[in-house]
C-alpha cells in the first residue's frame, strides 16, 4: 500500500488499490458536513424518470457518485473554512448514469446556492446531450410537486430557476459564444473529451474559468468517457493535468481534485489483462445498477470483437482504455513512455543547440494536402542523451481536404509548432532555414547529417542547395522495414529517459498516431498501417534517429561554443 501522509493536496497514491476494491479513486477531502449532509438529503430524493417505478436516488445511484457530490458540493479546509474543490474532473466509461447524475448534481447545487441571481451551466458537445441533460433535470422536478414549487422549468429556454432566489441553471451546446454577460459561478462540462475536437475550445475554458478569479469565484466540474481517438486538444490538457494531480506531481495545493476511472498504463497495454472480464468491475461503478453485467458481455462478444478497429473503439468508451498507449498491441512501442520524457526547459531549437554536441535533422516531405516535417535530434553534451525538437509546415489545402483534424492542426498552428505557408516553395524555404541555422552552428557531421524519406523532395532539394546544403550532408533514408533499428531503439531510449523532448502537442498527437506491425521479423511503422491519422513527425524522427545512431562527430562543434558562450 502506498503512504498518503505529507502527500500534495488531492494527491492519492493508492488509486489503484481502491479501484480494485471497488471504491472510488479519490482522494480524502475534509468536508464541511452540515453542507455534505444538506446536498446528500436534497439529492437522495430525487428520483430517476426513465426507469421503472421512478426509483430515488437514494436507492439506485452507487456510492460513488455521492462521494463526487459532497466533494465538489461541500470540501471546505478546517483550518481557514475555505472551499477545496473548485474543479473535478471525472472520467468514467459509458452507460454509468453519468449525465443523469450530473443533472441531479446541478439541481442540487442549485438548491444550495443562496446567492441571489447567479448563473449556473451546464454545457453538452452535442444537442442530442443537451437535450437529454435538461429533460432528465426537468422530470425530475416535474415528478415531485414540492420541487415544482421550488424550481420554474422553461423548456424552451432549456433553463431551471430557483424561484426563492432567481439563480438560474442554464442547459446548453457547446459554442464558441456560449459564456456571455456574467460568469457561472458553476460549470458542468459533460463529455469533455468531444471538445478535444473543438476549435477554440481552449478559448471557451478560459472565459468559464475566468469566474476563477473574482471574489465569488466559480466552479467547475467536468465528466466524460475516454476519447475514442487519441486525446487531443482541451482534453489532452486536462486528462495530463488530473493524473499529475493524482500522482502527486502538480504542486501542493492543486484546485483540481481527479477522479479517474482507468487501469494503469501497464494493465491497459496487457490485453490479456484487460480482456479478462472479472476485471472489469473495477472501473465500471454502476456495473449491476445502469449496467447489466451479462448484456455487457454480450455487447462486447458480438460487437465489440468484430475487428480490431471495433475492439478498440469498443474499449475506449466502456474500458476508459486510451487510444495511442498500445491498444491492441498495435501502437507504436515507444508511445508508453513518450509523455515521462518531458524536458521543459526544452523550449525551441535554440535550447537543444546549446546542450547539444552534434545533431542530426530528419524530414518527411508531404504534397499539398498532407504535412511537412523535419525533427532535429541533438546529442547532449556529458550525458549523451538525446533532445528533440521538431516543426511541421502545411497549406491551406490540408485544412479543406482533412476536415476531420482541422480543429487540431490550427491548434498546433497556434502553438508555433505548425507553419501553414501559401506554397511548397515558400515552407521549402522554411525548412531549409531550420536547416541552415543548424549548420551554421557547427553541431553536424560532415556527412549524413540530413537524411530524408526521398519521396516528393524536389522542392525540398532546390532550397536546400540555394543554401549551399548538398550531399555528403544530405542523404536520403531507407524507409519501411529498413527503419526497424529506429522504431525499435528509440522506445528503449524513452524507456530509460535517455531521449528527453520539450513536450511538442503536435509530436504527442504523432506519437500517439502511429501503428506498429510485425512483418517478417521486423517491425514496420508505415503511413499506410496507421491510416488517415497523420505521423509525419514521428517519421520526421525515425530519418534523423538512424543517422544519430551511426555516432556522428560534429564538423565544427568546438567552434561553435566559442561562438555562443564567447
Not at 8 to 31: G, I, N, S
Not at 148 to 174: M, N, P, S, W, Y
Request: proline residues 4%; glycine residues 8%; aromatic residues 6%.
Amino acid at each position: 500500500m502506498h503512504t498518503t501522509e505529507d502527500q500534495p493536496r488531492f494527491a492519492c497514491p493508492d488509486w489503484w488499490e481502491k479501484l480494485q476494491a471497488c471504491e472510488t479513486p479519490m482522494a480524502d477531502v475534509p468536508l464541511n458536513r452540515e453542507k455534505a449532509a444538506k446536498a446528500l438529503a436534497f439529492f437522495n430524493r430525487l428520483r430517476l424518470p426513465d426507469v421503472p417505478g421512478n426509483p430515488t436516488l437514494a436507492e439506485a445511484c452507487g456510492d460513488w457518485f455521492r462521494d463526487i457530490l459532497c466533494a465538489f458540493l461541500a470540501s471546505e479546509d478546517p483550518d481557514t473554512k475555505q472551499r477545496l474543490v473548485w474543479e473535478l474532473l471525472c472520467m468514467v466509461p459509458k452507460k454509468n448514469s453519468k449525465t443523469t447524475y450530473v443533472a441531479a448534481l446541478g439541481l442540487t447545487a442549485l438548491f444550495m446556492e443562496e446567492a441571489p441571481n447567479r448563473q449556473m451551466l451546464i454545457v453538452a458537445p452535442s444537442q442530442n446531450i443537451s437535450e437529454r441533460c435538461f429533460g432528465q433535470a426537468q422530470l425530475m422536478v416535474q415528478s415531485d410537486h414540492k420541487l415544482a414549487e421550488i424550481f420554474k422549468v422553461q423548456e424552451h429556454l432549456k433553463c431551471i430557476t430557483r424561484r426563492k432566489t432567481g439563480t438560474q441553471l442554464d442547459v446548453k451546446t457547446f459554442d464558441t459564444s456560449i459564456v456571455t454577460g456574467e460568469i457561472p459561478i458553476l460549470t458542468i462540462i459533460d463529455e469533455l473529451h468531444e471538445l478535444g475536437k473543438a476549435a477554440k475550445a481552449t478559448r471557451v475554458m478560459q472565459q468559464i474559468r475566468g469566474g476563477g478569479i473574482t471574489k465569488q469565484r466559480g466552479q467547475v466540474l467536468m465528466i466524460t468517457t475516454q476519447s475514442d481517438e487519441a486525446p487531443a486538444g482541451i482534453w489532452r490538457t486536462e486528462l495530463d493535468k488530473a493524473r499529475a494531480i493524482r500522482d502527486g506531481k502538480a504542486g501542493a495545493s492543486p484546485i483540481m481534485l481527479p477522479v479517474l476511472y482507468e487501469f494503469p498504463r501497464e494493465q491497459q497495454v496487457n490485453q490479456d489483462y484487460w480482456r479478462d472480464q472479472q476485471n472489469w468491475k473495477c472501473i465500471l461503478p454502476n456495473l449491476g445498477r445502469s449496467i447489466d453485467p451479462q448484456a455487457l458481455i454480450d455487447d462486447y462478444e458480438n460487437n465489440g470483437k468484430v475487428n480490431k478497429e471495433t475492439e478498440q473503439i469498443w474499449a475506449s468508451q466502456h474500458l476508459n482504455i486510451e487510444i495511442g498507449v498500445g491498444l491492441g498491441g498495435d501502437g507504436w512501442s515507444g508511445a508508453l513512455h513518450w509523455s515521462s520524457c518531458i524536458d521543459g526547459s526544452l523550449t525551441g531549437l535554440d535550447a537543444l543547440l546549446a546542450r547539444s554536441e552534434v545533431c542530426t535533422i530528419g524530414i518527411d516531405w508531404g504534397g499539398a494536402d498532407d504535412l511537412a516535417a523535419l525533427y532535429v535530434i541533438g546529442r547532449e553534451k556529458r550525458t549523451k542523451r538525446w533532445l528533440g525538437w521538431g516543426r511541421a509546415w502545411g497549406r491551406n489545402t490540408v485544412f479543406e481536404q482533412r476536415k476531420s483534424i482541422a480543429s487540431r492542426l490550427r491548434e498546433f498552428e497556434q502553438a508555433g509548432d505548425l507553419v501553414v505557408s501559401a506554397t511548397g516553395e515558400e515552407q521549402a524555404a522554411s525548412a531549409a532555414e531550420i536547416c541552415k541555422r543548424v549548420a551554421d552552428s557547427g553541431l553536424l557531421p560532415e556527412q549524413a547529417g540530413i537524411g530524408l524519406d526521398s519521396a516528393g523532395i524536389a522542392l525540398l532539394l532546390d532550397a536546400l542547395e540555394e543554401l549551399k546544403l548538398e550531399q555528403p550532408l544530405v542523404q536520403a533514408v531507407a524507409q519501411g522495414w529498413k527503419l526497424q533499428t529506429a522504431i525499435s531503439s528509440v522506445p528503449l531510449k524513452l524507456e530509460d529517459s535517455r531521449f528527453l523532448h520539450g513536450d511538442q502537442s503536435i509530436m504527442s498527437w504523432s506519437v500517439g498516431n502511429a501503428k506498429q506491425e510485425l512483418k517478417g521479423s521486423n517491425y514496420v511503422v508505415t503511413k499506410q498501417i496507421s491510416g488517415a491519422a497523420k505521423i509525419d513527425m514521428l517519421m520526421a524522427l525515425f530519418n534523423a534517429a538512424m543517422l544519430m545512431f551511426q555516432n556522428p562527430e560534429a564538423k565544427q562543434e568546438a567552434a561553435y561554443q566559442m561562438l555562443v558562450f564567447g
